[in-house]
């Protein structure tokens, strides 16, 4: 259903309508809460093509090779064989088709194999249940709690830690 590819300049412009949908970024990256211009949109999506700490993937229908997300490792560290998952599925008509959990378990994969890392964390706001399933079902384990780390629509709320060892990664 998804294909795994690096992210191309020419992606950006799905990024526009996606931060502009506070539905599709209200459990997302902070950045993304304060981008109102396409302006904005390109300096951060420039910086993050260029980021060598980060492995971007782009999420692409496999039928009609469209963008629909992204996803990937942050702050990869290779003293500490450690980075940080996340994923952005931006189009909504793909939301609730189990796509966050098969993406999830394809980019772990390329972390513990490609990359060589041993532990793979993530945090995940505490409102966002298909996010905390998805991210069950792909293997990774509820580490603790960041209270009141989200702002999200004038309320606070929790972000949960989870993590994935390499030892605990199942194939």
């Known amino acids: 259903m998804v294909r795994l590819s690096p992210l191309q300049r020419e992606d950006v412009a799905h990024f526009y309508k996606w931060i ?3 539905e599709v970024i209200e459990f997302s990256m902070s950045v993304f809460q304060s981008m109102s211009t396409p302006q904005q949109v390109d300096a951060w999506f ?12 782009g999420i692409y229908a496999t039928d009609t090779n469209e ?3 992204y996803a990937g490792l942050s702050g990869v560290s290779t003293t500490n064989q ?6 952005l599925i931006g189009e909504k008509a793909f939301w609730g088709k189990g796509i966050g ?4 378990k394809e980019v772990v994969a390329i972390g513990f194999t490609t990359l060589g890392l041993n ?8 409102p966002n249940t298909g996010g905390l399933k998805a991210y069950a079902k792909a293997g990774f384990r509820v580490e603790g709690r960041l209270r009141q780390a989200c702002l999200r629509r004038g ?8 993590s994935m060892l390499k030892s605990e990664w199942q194939q």
């Open 20 to 22: 502009a949908d506070p």
């Open 46 to 57: 420039v910086a993050t093509l260029q980021d060598a700490k980060s492995l971007n993937l």
């Open 67 to 69: 963008l629909i997300g």
């Open 82 to 87: 450690s980075g940080e998952y996340f994923i």
């Open 101 to 104: 959990t098969a993406v999830t």
């Open 119 to 126: 532990r793979i964390m993530l945090t995940v706001s505490e």
């Open 155 to 162: 309320s606070f709320h929790d972000k949960i830690v989870m």
